[in-house]
């Protein structure tokens, strides 16, 4: 598949079918993670891969969306924070920077094998850290269900290109 096609056929899948996700394709989405770019090459990053099964309960704590739990697996980036580059100038940390470059790739290589993913921000972080015993100095960035899509992808509703560039100033 065409990258261009690729990008156009990624979106938000909110329904998923119970079917397990392939071994083969897990590790080349996660493989996909570890060749992302991330500040000074530093990969300050961790991926939980959670299987939903039996946590039903402890999940729905972490993210209340039904459609959330009905994936077969959920990825979580976390960061760690002691590993991340931070810019000298004003003390900038890129960890978050790096852990969406590391989800896009992850979405991004679902897409291309079959798979549907939801980027997930609007979690309970504190319910995150305690549910997937997270150690001080790691934080959850994002989550994603992974598994078969069982939805249609909706239009995708985008602001003109125009209304998003500028050029050499604001």
């Known amino acids: 598949m065409d990258f261009f096609e690729l990008i156009k056929k990624r979106y938000s899948v909110r329904s998923y079918k119970s079917d397990r996700v392939e071994k083969e394709k897990l590790d080349k989405i996660l493989e996909a993670a570890r060749l992302a770019p991330t500040a000074a090459n530093r990969q300050p990053f961790r991926i939980l891969v959670i299987e ?11 993210y209340r ?53 939801c980027w997930i921000g609007a979690f309970n972080p504190d319910a995150a850290r305690e549910v997937f015993n997270l150690p001080a100095g790691v934080d959850p960035i994002v989550m994603t269900p992974l598994g078969y899509p069982d939805d249609s992808p909706r239009p995708k509703r985008r602001k003109p290109l125009e209304d998003l560039l500028k050029f050499q100033r604001w």
């Open 65 to 117: 969306q039904e459609w959330f739990v009905a994936a077969p697996l959920v990825l979580c980036v976390c960061g760690v924070e002691a590993e991340a580059w931070v810019r000298n100038h004003d003390g900038k940390s890129y960890m978050d920077v790096d852990a969406a470059i590391v989800m896009d790739h992850m979405v991004l290589a679902a897409t291309a094998l079959g798979l549907g993913t």
């Open 52 to 62: 939903t099964e039996g946590q039903r309960e402890a999940l729905l704590r972490v």
